[in-house]
């Protein structure tokens, strides 16, 4: 979408009365035939746009859910995060994208959004599937001058967003659960991936940037909609709150979350001032968790976090592990959770 529509939507959605051509004309310093081919557009995306003689146009009402550069840019109330955007209706895969823009020198908070990635990823080069309008695939390019060690933790910062996006959305409150460390859960099911990737400098002795890639499941309604595979352990926001959630409106909430915890961790450069809330929304503190370690799977009770993010886990014989996030997964021990 052509930034003239983008910004039009935006000064429609924010006013409370008419705009008038003339001021939309002065405003982004374009014609009047512009404005109006801008208008036209979006009514035929979708958008009802109300023209009245004299007073000018109003916004009455927006497609349900539709993501569109127009449509995030129109959403956003952050600072930094998102301000430079970049929308893509089919990508391969938004960290790939993101990537790219930060060897190109894209700023600190840049966002890339897809309405699909063909070539989602998760961790350890495993895939992660979007449909059409029903996933939020989107990726937050950061530049922190933090030593890289640290990363790790950013994950985690970008759970609990998640999370309190989706509790403030749904309107719902104590089922929005976090899987250490990168996944979210509703009702034991999967509804987010988060795959936070590290470029250093080539002298290697500082990050470059970090993408960190979020894969929310927004509008599936049936398990079918899910491939074979994993059509058992994953669920969307629609069909565990019954809610229809607005996936631009998404992603401004977690993009304002994220500012918040990223404001909160960068005091300490750890997860201190984070913990309480992070742990809150633990999945299986206290309970039995199997823990797939490339180097040996063991069992133990989870701990919860401490404040380098990492899980503590005791296992049976009394010995308590610290477990780095890096490349572990966590299962319950008789299925998913
Ligand atoms: P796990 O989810 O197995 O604990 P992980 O956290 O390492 O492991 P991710 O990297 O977050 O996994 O995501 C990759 C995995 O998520 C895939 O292997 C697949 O099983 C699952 N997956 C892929 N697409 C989706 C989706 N849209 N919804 C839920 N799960 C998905």
Known sequence: MKTDRADILALLRNSEGYISGQQLCGRFGVTRTAVWKAVNQLKEEGYRIESVPHKGYRLLESPEDILSSGEIA????????GRTLYYHDVTG???????RLGEEGAPHGTVVAADVQNAGKGRRGRGWETRPGEVLPFTLLLRPDFA???ASM???????SVAQAVERMTKTKDRVC????????MNGKKICGILTEMTMTPEMDEIQYIVVGVGINVNHESPEEFGA?????ASSLKMETGVSVNRAELLNEVLCSFETNYAVFAETLDMSGLKEDY????????GEVRVLDPAGEYTGVSQGINERGELIV????????QVYAGEVSVRGLYGYV
Do not use: Y
């Open 74 to 81: 129109s959403r956003l109330t952050t600072v930094w995060a």
């Open 93 to 99: 895969s938004t960290n790939n994208d993101a990537k």
């Open 148 to 150: 890289a060690e640290k």
């Open 154 to 160: 950013l994950t985690l910062v970008m759970a609990l």
């Open 178 to 185: 976090i899987k250490w460390p990168n996944d979210i859960v």
């Open 229 to 233: 595979e994993i059509r058992d352990k």
């Open 279 to 286: 742990q809150k929304h633990l999945q299986g503190v206290g």
């Open 314 to 321: 005791v296992k049976e014989n009394g010995e308590k592990v």
